[in-house]
């Protein structure tokens, strides 16, 4: 059940408010774009590893298989799933980083999530009756909380979201999701791409040492890369196990039947159970240190950190470079917020050429 729409709309006749937002969001460009947005490893290295849009899906199993374990609204929690990473710029974490380094010289910061929202609101104009996708609110308000609860009064823009309560279960679900997704990816794509050895992640994870020993006594004849993809596969039925049996724990020591019992809980619901949270802690930090700050990222991390911050000064140098759309909005609008948005909705590859074609060949 929704709340409703910002403007109002028929009912479909044979689709729910959520499976609308939900194909709402995969006709964006915004969601189309996020194939050629990093996730981690850039295309560079292989074909075969994760992008924003890959990862993005992968979630969405994964979020609607523990809301579906949960008796929580699988529709919803797929459709908030596929738009969670809608807001990402380009070149990953690095990206946003940048952003919000050089929006930081006004006073201001870069937040893929209000980004996110600015886009399904505003930008993706696609419908003659009214601007924007025209979201329910419970998808509006999960995209900018689905991974913080909001402070009232800290952003008049965001006080209609209910800033002094948590968010429905359902948008609880997702940061989780995304946790054990990109983790469990990342771990599958860093180990084809030698990153690190077996016996490094088994020192690193003791979960992990478990079920690889598991998976060799059961399979002896099988490659090695076939032994590992079953000790993942047992890796992620651990953490979606400890996350649906955390999650229910949790409501019922809380008491709540209701959606709006969750909403007044004090603290948030969805949750790990203690062992599942330790095993997914040290993989994360496994990953910290033998992954993403390792010398071959971090020359990519510099590559595109330096050019989206040329980017961002070419254009605020003289703002009238910017394409006629946005160069439109900077005579109602401070020109570094319509630049951030222009850069933030780049793909890697548009920024890699726009760099190229507007400084580096002209160096």
């Known amino acids: 059940m929704t709340r409703g729409r910002r403007f109002p709309e028929l009912r479909h006749p044979y689709r729910n408010d959520f499976q609308r937002d939900r194909d709402r969001v995969i006709h964006t460009r915004a969601f189309r774009r996020l194939e050629n947005k990093t996730q981690v490893f850039t295309p560079g290295l292989s074909d075969h590893f994760r992008n924003r849009l890959t990862h993005s899906i992968e979630v969405s199993q994964m979020a609607r298989t523990v809301a579906g ?3 929580v609204d699988p529709d919803f929690t797929e459709a908030l799933s596929l738009v969670h990473d809608i807001g990402h710029p380009p070149f990953a974490h690095s990206g946003e980083e940048e952003l919000s380094r050089q929006m930081a010289r006004f006073g201001e910061t870069f937040d893929h999530n209000l980004h996110a929202l600015r886009i399904v609101e505003d930008f993706e104009h696609r419908y003659a009756r009214f601007p924007g996708l025209n979201l329910t609110f419970e998808m509006r308000e999960g995209i900018v909380k689905h991974s913080r609860d909001l402070v009232p009064g800290q952003n008049p823009d965001l006080d209609e979201y209910l800033p002094d309560l ?4 359902e948008a609880q679900l997702i940061d989780l999701a995304d946790e054990i997704a990109y983790s469990t990816a990342d771990l599958d794509d860093a180990q084809q791409a030698g ?3 077996l016996e490094q992640l088994g020192k690193a994870v003791p979960a992990w040492d478990d079920l690889y020993d598991t998976a060799q006594s059961m399979y002896p004849g099988a490659p090695p890369r ?4 079953e000790a993942l596969r047992q890796m992620i039925d651990l953490l979606v196990t400890g996350f649906v049996e955390g999650t229910v724990q949790a409501c019922r020591a809380a008491g709540v039947k209701t959606v709006d019992d969750v909403r007044r809980h004090p603290q948030r619901l969805a949750c790990l159970l203690p062992d599942a949270r330790k095993t997914c802690l040290e993989l994360k930090r496994f990953l910290r240190q033998r992954v993403y700050l390792s010398k071959p990222l971090n020359a990519e991390r510099e590559r595109s950190v330096q050019m989206i911050g040329e980017l961002f000064q070419y254009f605020e140098a003289d703002p009238s470079r910017l394409p006629d759309p946005y160069k439109e909005q ?8 319509v630049i951030c948005e222009y850069i933030a909705g780049m793909t890697d590859g548009y920024c890699g050429r726009r760099y190229h074609e507007l400084i580096a060949d002209k160096k």
């Open 195 to 197: 990153f690190f050895t």
């Open 226 to 229: 076939i032994q590992f993809h």
């Open 69 to 71: 374990a949960l008796g």
């Open 330 to 337: 900077v005579a109602s609008r401070p020109a570094h917020n």
């Open 166 to 169: 948590r968010p429905p279960i």
